[in-house]
C-alpha cells in the first residue's frame, strides 16, 4: 500500500505519497522530476546516485522511499544554490575533472559530504569518501587532483 | 602513405597555428556537473510507455512455446511483442543475421524474446513474471576455440542465406562468419632462413564497456512511415539508416536525436538496443516508446567486448631482427558478427605492431559464439594483438638473450618501411622512435622506494594504432555567421565525454582567428538538420569533423573576401582575412571589420552588398581502398597513430596482490588542441584498459549464462586502485597534413599497450610469464607456487 510520508527535500518540505517499494531514487528521479541524480546501476556499486541523507551520504538506489520520512535530503539540485557546490565546481574546472559526466554529480555529492566532516582529511579519509565511486571516463586523476585542490 | 591526399595548408601555409586558444572549460561542464545536463533516461513524455524485455535465460535453446495468456490478463499492459511478430525485419550491420527479437532459437543469454509496454513498470513486470516459455535447450559454444572444433554446434544454420554489405569471405557450414587473409612476402623462406621460430599464444578475453550510463532509446512512430527516436548512441545517423533498412523505408523519413551520452566507448556505435526499440514503437503508434537497460542488461544484453585468442610463431634472426610471422586470431565475437567484421580485419592486420615485418601471414577470424555479441570497443582490435605482440618481442628478446629495446629498435617502423598493409611510413605519421625513447628514459629514471616482502617490475610496449572504418565515412560540419559577427558552428560527432564540442570550438577560434567567446557550437544532433557524420568512433572526430569545420571556415572567409571585394572595390586576392577585419593587403588602414559585412553590407540608405556568410564543409578520407580479398593488401587506413606506455607496478610476495606506481604514455598526438582534454583522453584510455590488464573478464557458468553481471563481481578500476599512482602523459607533435593544424585522434590510445605492459612488468619483477589476460592476483600466484618463487 502506498503510505504517505513527511520529509525535507532540498530545504523544501514535501507531503508524499509512495508506493513500499519505492526506492529513493525513483522518487527523486520519476516522481520529483528532479533528474540530476544519476542511475549507473540500481544496486548500491556505483555511487552515481549519491544524495546526502541527514548530512551522510547515502546511495539513494537501495533506500527506500518511506525511509526518508521526517529526514532531511539534498540532492545535486540543491546543493549547486550553495556556496561550497562553487568551490567544488572550481575545482572541477581547474582540474578538468569531468568528462561524460554522468557520475560527476555523485562524486560532488561525495565530496561536499567528506568536507562536511572535515576540511584537511587524510588521504585515508579521501580513499574512504570516494573509494567506492566509479568513473569509467577519467581514469580517476583529475578527481583527485580536484579534491585534493579543495582540501589544501 | 600511398594515395594520400596531402594538404599542407593548416601546417605550414596561411592556417598554420601555434597557439591554439584555451578555453577555461569544456563547453558542457557547467550543465554536467549540477546535473543539469540531460541523459537519456532523464527524457519523458507524457504519456510515455515503458518498455520491459523478457530476456533468454538460456545461451542457445530453440523456443517451443511462449504462451502470452496470463500475462495479457494483467490491467493497464499495453501491448506484448514476441518473435512472432516479426515480418521481414532484419538488423544488418554488415551482415544480415539478427533479428530484433528471437524468433525460432535464442543465441545468447540475454537475447529478447518477448517485449512488455505499459505506462506503469510495476505493471509491466508484473507481466513479464507472467509470460511462459518453453525452451529445449541446445549445446552452447562459448568461445572460438570450441566455435571451430569438427563436432561444434552451429550458432547459426545458415548463415550463407544471409545479405552481407561486404563480402566477410564466410566459411559456409561452419562458425567462422568473418576471415581476413593477410600474404605479404615469402613467409616460407622467412622461416627457412631464421635461425629461430618462437611461438606462443595469448589470450585476451571478453570484457564489458561499463559505460556509467545504460543504454537507453526512446521512439515514436507518427505515421507507419515516419519516426523520431533519441538515443543514447555514438553513430545517430547509422541509426538512422539501419532502422530504415530494416523496415524497407526512406532515411528520410526517419529522425534521430542524440544528446549527451553517459559514456559511449564504442558500445554505443553502430546499432545496439535502437533497433529492437523502432520495431517495438511501431506497435504503438503516435505514443512514446522508451527502453532503458538496467545494469544487469548492460551487461549481457548489449554489446560486449574483445575476446580473441592470437597465435604467433616468429621467425627472427640470432640478432634479433624479425623475418617473418605467421599470425591466427580467433575472435569470440557472439551471437550476431555484424558489429564486429571490422574488429578481425583491424586485428589482423595490426597483428605486425608497429613493426616492419616484410613477410606476413596472417589469418584472422570472426566466429559465432553463444555471448552477447562483440561491437567496437576504445582500440578497436588494436589492444588485443598488442597484447600478443609486445609481449611476443618481450619472449624473443628474453630467448634470445637480448635487451627488449634493441630487439623492438631494430625492428620499428620509421620513413620508408612498408607496413604490413603495404603503405609506406613516411615521417609524418609521427615519431614512434622518439615517443618511445621517452618512456625508456622515463622508465630508467624512476627510482623505486622498496619495501620488504614486496618484488617490483617495470614494463613497457610500443604502439601504433589506425581508424579502420568504411572508405566512404563522411564528416560535415555547417557555419554560420550571425548578424552581430558571432558564429554558430555545428559538425559531426556526438559529446560523450571526450570533449569533441570544446576541442571543436578551439579549432574554429583559431581558423576564424575569432574569440572563443563570438563561436557557438551547437551540441545536440538531430539528423534532421545536423551535419552528417557517419560515426563517432575510431578517435576519429577532432581529425575528420575538425578538418570540415576548417573546410566551412576556409568557404566562409572566401565569401567574406567576396563581401569586402564588393564594398572596398579591391580584389578579393588583394585582401587579407585578419579575423576580425579584412584588410587590404597593399594599405593595412584600408579595411571592413568582419561583423559588418557577414550578414552583406547594409549602407545608410538600406541597400545592401554581399551575401549572408553561411557555408558547409565536408571531409572523407581520400583513396582509400578495400583490401584485396586473397592478400589483405590495400589502403585500408588513413592514418596512423604512434605511441609507447610503460608501467612500474610492486607484487606482494606472499600474497600476488599487484599495485601501480607508475603508468604513463608518450603519443604523437600531431598537434595537441587541449593540454588538459587530451591527457584526460590518455589517461582514462589507460586506466580503463588498466582494468582488462588486471581484473576484467567475463565469465560463464556451464549452461552459458554469465556469472558476473554486475559491478560487485565484474571489477572495473576505482579510484583506490590510482590514488597513489604517479601517471604521466608525453605529447610529440609532428604534424599530420590533414588533421586541423596538424592534430590526430587520440581518444583510443591510452588502451593499445597497457595489457602487454603490465604483462612485461611482472616478467621483470617475478620473472614469470603470463600469457592470459587478466593478470589477476590468483593467477600470479598460482604462477608463482608454480615456479617456485614463492617467498613463505
Ligand atoms: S545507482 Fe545507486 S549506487 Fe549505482
Ligand atoms: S566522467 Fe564519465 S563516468 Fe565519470
Redesign the interface.
Known amino acids: 500500500m502506498a503510505k504517505e510520508i513527511k520529509t525535507t527535500i532540498n530545504n523544501k518540505k514535501y507531503k508524499i505519497e509512495v508506493?513500499p517499494?519505492m526506492t529513493l531514487l525513483e522518487l527523486l528521479?520519476e516522481k520529483l522530476?528532479m533528474?540530476?541524480?544519476?542511475?549507473?546501476?540500481?544496486?548500491g556499486?556505483?555511487g552515481?546516485c549519491t544524495v546526502l541523507l541527514n548530512d551522510k551520504p547515502v546511495r539513494s538506489c537501495i533506500v527506500l522511499a518511506h525511509e526518508i520520512e521526517g529526514k532531511e535530503v539534498i540532492?545535486?539540485?540543491g546543493l549547486?544554490e550553495t556556496g561550497d557546490?562553487k568551490e567544488?565546481?572550481e575545482a572541477?574546472?581547474a582540474?578538468?575533472a569531468?568528462?561524460?559526466?554522468?557520475?560527476?554529480?555523485g562524486f560532488?555529492m561525495a565530496i561536499k559530504a567528506l568536507l562536511n566532516r572535515t576540511k584537511t582529511p587524510t588521504?585515508e579519509e579521501?580513499?574512504e569518501a570516494?573509494?567506492?565511486?566509479?568513473?569509467?571516463?577519467?581514469?580517476?586523476?583529475?578527481?583527485?587532483k580536484a579534491v585534493k585542490r579543495l582540501v589544501k | 602513405m600511398q594515395n594520400r591526399h596531402l594538404s599542407l595548408k593548416y601546417i605550414e601555409g596561411e592556417f598554420k597555428m601555434v597557439d591554439i586558444p584555451q578555453a577555461e572549460k569544456r563547453i558542457d561542464l557547467d550543465k554536467k556537473i549540477s546535473g543539469e545536463a540531460q541523459f537519456i533516461d532523464d527524457i519523458s513524455f507524457q504519456g510515455m510507455l515503458h518498455a520491459l524485455v523478457l530476456r533468454s535465460p538460456h545461451a542457445h535453446a530453440e523456443i517451443v512455446d511462449i504462451n502470452l495468456d496470463q500475462a495479457l490478463q494483467v490491467e493497464g499492459i499495453e501491448k506484448i511483442i514476441t518473435g512472432q511478430d516479426i515480418k521481414d525485419e532484419v538488423i544488418n550491420v554488415d551482415i544480415g543475421d539478427h533479428r530484433p527479437l528471437a524468433i525460432d532459437k535464442v543465441r545468447f543469454q540475454g537475447e529478447p524474446v518477448a517485449v512488455v509496454l505499459s505506462e506503469d513498470k510495476w505493471k509491466a513486470k508484473k507481466a513479464l513474471n507472467l509470460i511462459e516459455v518453453e525452451y529445449n535447450p541446445l549445446k552452447a559454444v562459448m568461445n572460438a576455440r570450441e566455435a571451430i572444433k569438427e563436432d561444434r554446434p552451429l550458432v547459426h544454420e545458415n548463415q550463407d542465406q544471409y545479405d552481407r554489405h561486404l563480402n566477410t569471405n564466410h566459411h559456409p557450414g561452419t562458425n567462422i562468419f568473418r576471415h581476413y587473409k593477410l600474404r605479404k612476402g615469402n613467409v616460407d623462406q622467412a622461416f627457412e632462413n631464421a635461425d629461430k621460430i618462437i611461438e606462443n599464444t595469448y589470450d585476451y578475453p571478453q570484457r564489458s564497456h561499463t559505460q556509467m550510463e545504460p543504454h537507453g532509446a526512446i521512439a515514436k512512430w507518427t505515421t507507419d512511415q515516419e519516426m523520431v527516436m533519441y538515443a543514447s548512441t555514438q553513430s545517430p545517423f547509422f541509426v538512422r539508416t539501419t532502422i530504415a533498412d530494416m523496415f524497407n523505408i526512406s532515411d528520410t523519413n526517419i529522425t534521430v536525436k542524440a544528446g549527451y551520452l553517459g559514456g559511449g566507448f564504442g558500445g554505443k556505435s553502430d546499432v545496439s538496443i535502437e533497433p529492437l526499440t523502432a520495431f517495438i514503437a511501431k506497435f504503438v503508434p503516435n505514443k512514446y516508446v522508451k527502453l532503458k537497460l538496467d545494469r544487469e542488461e548492460a551487461f549481457n544484453a548489449s554489446l560486449i567486448a574483445r575476446g580473441a585468442e592470437v597465435n604467433l610463431k616468429t621467425a627472427v634472426t640470432q640478432e634479433g631482427k624479425i623475418l617473418g610471422e605467421k599470425a591466427s586470431l580467433y575472435f569470440s565475437s557472439g551471437a550476431y558478427g555484424s558489429t564486429s567484421v571490422h574488429i578481425v580485419t583491424a586485428a589482423g592486420h595490426n597483428s605486425s605492431g608497429p613493426y616492419e615485418i616484410d613477410n606476413m601471414e596472417v589469418d584472422s577470424y570472426g566466429v559465432y559464439t553463444n555471448t552477447p555479441p562483440v561491437g567496437a570497443f576504445r582500440g578497436y582490435g588494436h589492444p588485443e594483438v598488442h597484447w600478443a605482440k609486445e609481449r611476443q618481442i618481450h619472449l624473443i628478446a628474453k630467448e634470445l638473450d637480448l635487451n627488449e629495446h634493441q630487439v623492438r629498435l631494430k625492428n620499428m617502423l620509421r620513413p620508408g618501411s612498408i607496413n604490413a598493409l603495404g603503405q609506406e611510413i613516411e615521417e609524418e605519421n609521427g615519431d614512434l622512435i622518439g615517443c618511445y625513447e621517452k618512456i625508456k628514459k622515463k622508465l630508467d629514471q624512476i627510482e623505486i622506494d622498496k619495501k620488504p616482502g614486496k618484488v617490483y617490475g617495470k614494463g613497457i610496449a610500443a604502439i601504433m594504432k589506425s581508424p579502420v572504418m568504411p572508405t566512404n565515412s563522411a564528416a560535415s560540419a555547417t557555419l554560420r555567421f550571425n548578424e552581430e559577427g558571432t558564429v554558430d558552428i555545428a559538425c559531426s560527432g556526438s559529446e560523450m565525454g571526450q570533449g569533441t564540442k570544446t576541442a571543436m570550438k578551439q579549432i574554429a577560434a583559431a581558423g576564424l582567428k575569432l574569440p572563443l567567446e563570438k563561436i557557438k557550437i551547437k551540441e545536440d544532433i538531430s539528423t534532421d538538420n545536423s551535419p552528417y557524420g557517419w560515426q563517432t568512433i575510431g578517435s576519429t572526430t577532432t581529425w575528420k569533423a575538425g578538418r570540415a569545420v576548417m573546410d566551412a571556415i576556409e568557404k566562409a572567409i572566401d565569401k567574406l573576401k567576396e563581401n569586402a571585394e564588393l564594398l572596398l572595390d579591391i580584389e578579393k586576392d588583394k585582401l587579407e582575412y585578419q579575423g576580425e577585419k579584412i584588410v587590404s593587403k597593399d594599405d593595412e588602414n584600408i579595411y571592413v571589420k568582419t561583423e559588418d559585412i557577414c550578414f552583406g553590407h547594409l549602407s545608410e540608405n538600406g541597400l545592401v552588398t554581399g551575401e549572408p556568410v553561411q557555408t558547409y564543409g565536408t571531409y572523407m578520407p581520400k583513396g582509400l581502398t578495400y583490401t584485396d580479398p586473397e592478400t589483405g593488401q590495400g589502403n585500408a587506413a588513413a592514418e596512423w597513430t604512434f605511441g609507447a606506455q610503460g608501467v612500474v607496478i610492486e607484487i606482494d610476495k606472499e600474497t600476488g596482490e599487484l599495485k601501480l606506481l607508475n603508468m604513463m604514455m608518450a603519443i604523437d598526438a600531431g598537434k595537441v588542441i587541449s593540454p588538459k582534454m587530451a591527457r584526460g583522453q590518455i589517461i582514462g584510455g589507460m586506466v580503463q584498459e588498466m582494468g582488462g590488464a588486471l581484473t576484467e573478464e567475463l565469465k560463464y557458468g556451464k549452461n552459458g549464462e554469465m556469472r558476473n553481471n554486475s559491478f560487485t563481481d565484474y571489477k572495473i578500476p576505482t579510484p583506490l586502485d590510482l590514488y597513489d599512482a604517479d601517471l604521466d602523459v608525453f605529447f610529440f607533435e609532428t604534424p599530420e597534413p590533414i588533421g586541423p593544424f596538424g592534430a590526430r585522434g587520440i581518444a583510443e590510445h591510452g588502451t593499445v599497450g597497457i595489457t602487454p605492459a603490465f604483462g612485461n612488468a611482472i616478467s621483470d619483477a617475478l620473472g614469470i610469464e603470463m600469457f592470459e589476460l587478466p593478470l589477476s592476483r590468483e593467477k600470479i600466484y598460482l604462477k608463482m607456487i608454480e615456479e617456485g618463487d614463492l617467498d613463505v
Do not use: M, W
Open positions: 508506493p517499494q528521479r522530476i533528474t540530476g541524480t544519476k542511475e549507473g546501476c540500481g544496486n556499486e556505483c552515481a540532492t545535486i539540485e549547486k557546490f567544488i565546481k572541477f574546472i582540474e578538468d569531468v568528462q561524460c559526466g554522468f557520475c560527476t554529480p560532488v588521504d579521501i580513499k570516494l573509494g567506492g565511486h566509479l568513473c569509467r571516463c577519467t581514469g580517476y586523476e583529475s578527481i583527485h
